[in-house]
Structures are given as C-alpha cells and as structure tokens.
C-alpha cells in the first residue's frame, strides 16, 4: 500500500526552471540574483516593507531576538502551543522564557492569559522584552486583541508565521503584524524551499543589520573584518530559485489545503466527539494540517494515530506545548482560565493532524476517512 504522508513536499513547475538558471549564471553560493528576487517577491506579496532570505525560521527569530537586543535573564513570553523552533532561540541568548496558554476560539495565545502574565512580571519589575505570537497550523492568533495588550505594556511582537505563509487576518497577510515577522520554508510547511527561513520587517534598517549579521558580520572591505559577532544563517542562492517557484503555487496549495480540511470536515464532523480546529469570522487559515480532535471517552490520538500507521497513513499529535517539555522545565506558565485544565494541554490530549499535503488525491483522502471511520465505528 503506498504510503501516505503528513504534509509532502508540493513541487510546481517553476522551481526546476529557476535552479536551472542558478546554474547557467555560476551563481550557486553563496548569494545572487535569485536570492533578491525571493526577498523582494515575498516583501511585495505580503505587504512588508523588508525581507531576508535565512537558513531557516529558527534562525529569523533569533536575529529578531537580537535586533530586540534581549540579553541574558530577560524575560520573554512565547506561546506554549508551538513547535520547539519558537522557543530554542530564547534559550540561544540565555533569556527567560515564559509561556502563554491558548484560547479556544483560535488555538492560539490567550488575551487574558498574557494580560495576566504581564500584571504579574510588571509587578515584579521585569516587564518582558519581547512576545513571540504564534499562528499555529496556519492560522492567525487574534491580532488586534493581543496586539492592543503588547502595546500598552510598550513591549514589541515576533509573530512566528512559520506556518502561516499565505494566511490573513482582516484581510492582511500573517507575518506582517509584529515588530518582526518570520516564516519558515522547512521541507513541511506551506511551501518549501527545502529549508530555510525569512525575517520581515517594515524597519530596513533592522533588516540591514540583520543581514550582517546573517553573514558572519563581516565588514565591506577586501579583506576579512569583523567589529560584531555574527552567524552563518544567510540562505542559498539555490534554494532562494526553489523557493521562487514556489510562489507561483502558494495560491493554489492553500485551496487545495482548505479543500481538504472541507472534505474531512463534511465526512467526519457530524460524528459526535469528534471536532475540527475553528476558523473564527474575519480569518483566513492556510489550513497547513487539518486538525481533528477526538473526545477523551472515545480513545486517544495515539490509538488513532497507531491504527493508522498500521495501514501506512500517517499522522501525528498537535504539538505537545512547551511548557510541558523537559526541556523547559520549572518556566513559568499561564494559563486561559486557571480553574480548568490549561486549552493547549487539552489541545494536545484530544488533537490529531491529519494527512493534508496539497498533493493528496482524492482516492487517498478517501483512504485516510475510511480507516478513521472504521476505528471510530468499531
Ligand atoms: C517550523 C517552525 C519553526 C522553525 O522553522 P525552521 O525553518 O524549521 O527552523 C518555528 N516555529 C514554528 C511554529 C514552526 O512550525
């Protein structure tokens, strides 16, 4: 039985062109053409006044970490919801992080959770040097709420759209509402470019030191000078050509992604206890991985997620949250309603993601609903 995967790779055809092209102009490495072309299609497309092409997410929101200038035992509040590549860059400048719980309503950090976290810590004395909103499987956290909060504490945003290339809310594109807006173009998000990241910013200046710092900070002259330390996240001219091409099916992975969702929801929702992540009015989710929850008296996810394997279908948890990673054990943490059980544990408890890549056929949809089916129904 073929194999059916999470979130393949969706390759159109442009990239092959453009790599062509990388090759007959010599230009391989380190930047070139291409390289300016992905930044400048990416800025225009997504309404942000600078870009820069990294090596990854990971490394994006580090260099906004450091343009933010945040030093050892800082204090950060992150979502807990989120993949880990969110949070290590804390880690990497020795600050603090502090984690948020979700909302229901979009999976995402909690208005009232971090307007509790920075009662607290400005209390305290240590008003925080950074937030780091998440739009988690390409949906949009609630902006202007969470946005409104981060200014009254006079505290600048990181939103982390690594999943969420192409989603909006309000109409505006996600990546563009922080201080610092990253993406990332890993082999499994929206679309790739293998690996690789972007930093956005309507702030050039930030965006100019960030690309210094990107390439080993080093001085325009001859010979090699250095005044700072710097880090080799530039990406690579090769990789900026796949992921021009890419642009030109975004559009259409993200219909194909919705469609998805759609059909899971129309063959699989009116079962009772069984739920799909919501789409409040005014958003719109690239729906990256259609997520599925399952009533904790039905069975867990890893009994669904084993049986599918068994029959080469694969799946995965929602992202077990940070707070609860060995990693960061003992950080701080808050909760949307302290007298309940945290949203994003309960998130993790009963979420599923479901195979969603932009190529899945319909037989093969039809595939995964069967053997969901016959698990729930048995
Ligand atoms: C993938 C991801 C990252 C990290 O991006 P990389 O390009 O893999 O370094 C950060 N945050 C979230 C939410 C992600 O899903």
Redesign the pocket.
């Known amino acids: 039985m073929k194999r059916i995967f999470l979130s393949p790779p969706h390759i159109g055809s442009y990239e092959k062109k453009y790599i062509a092209e990388v090759f007959e102009s010599n230009y391989i490495a380190p930047v070139g053409e291409h390289i300016t072309r992905f930044e400048n299609e990416i800025a225009e497309r997504f309404g942000i006044c600078g870009a820069l092409a990294l090596s ?4 994006a ?1 580090h260099l906004a970490l450091r343009l933010l200038n945040v030093q050892p035992n800082d204090i950060i509040f992150c979502a807990s919801l ?2 880990v ?2 949070a290590n860059p804390i880690l990497y400048e020795k600050a603090i992080p502090v984690f948020i719980d979700s909302e229901p309503e979009t999976w995402n950090m909690s208005p009232s959770a971090l307007e509790r976290a920075f009662q607290k810590y400005t209390q305290m004395g240590k008003k925080p040097k950074a937030v780091i909103v ?1 739009d ?1 499987y390409g949906q949009s956290a609630d902006m202007d709420t969470l946005l409104n909060i981060c200014k009254k504490y006079n505290t600048p945003v990181i939103e ?1 759209a ?2 969420a290339v192409g989603a909006k809310y309000k109409s505006r594109y996600n990546g563009s509402f922080g201080d610092y807006g ?1 993406f ?3 082999g499994n ?1 929206m679309i790739t470019t293998s ?3 972007m930093l956005l910013s309507d702030n050039l200046d930030a965006i100019r030191k960030a690309r210094y710092w990107s390439t080993q900070a080093r001085e325009p002259v001859v010979h090699y000078e250095h005044h700072e330390m710097g880090f080799n996240y530039r990406m690579s001219n090769v990789l900026a050509a796949i992921g021009l091409g890419q642009l030109h099916i975004l559009n259409d992975n993200i219909l194909a992604c919705r469609m998805i969702f759609q059909e899971y929801v129309s063959e699989l929702n009116h079962i009772s206890g069984i739920d799909f992540m919501p789409e409040p009015e005014d958003y719109e989710s690239n729906r990256w991985l259609t997520l599925m929850t399952i009533e904790s008296s039905m069975m867990s996810p890893i009994e669904m997620i084993n049986h599918l394997e068994e029959h080469s279908i694969e799946s995965r948890p929602v992202w077990k949250p940070m707070h609860m990673q060995p990693l960061f054990k003992g950080t701080d943490f808050f909760s949307h309603n302290p007298d309940n059980l945290p949203v994003c544990e309960q998130l993790f408890k009963t979420g599923i993601c479901l195979p969603s890549g932009p190529g899945m056929t319909k037989e093969e949809q039809s595939r995964v609903i069967k053997c969901i089916l016959s698990k729930i129904l048995q």
């Open positions: 990854s997410g990971t490394a929101i989120t993949f590549g969110s998440v988690i982390d690594a999943e990253v990332s173009f890993n998000k690996g690789g990241g």
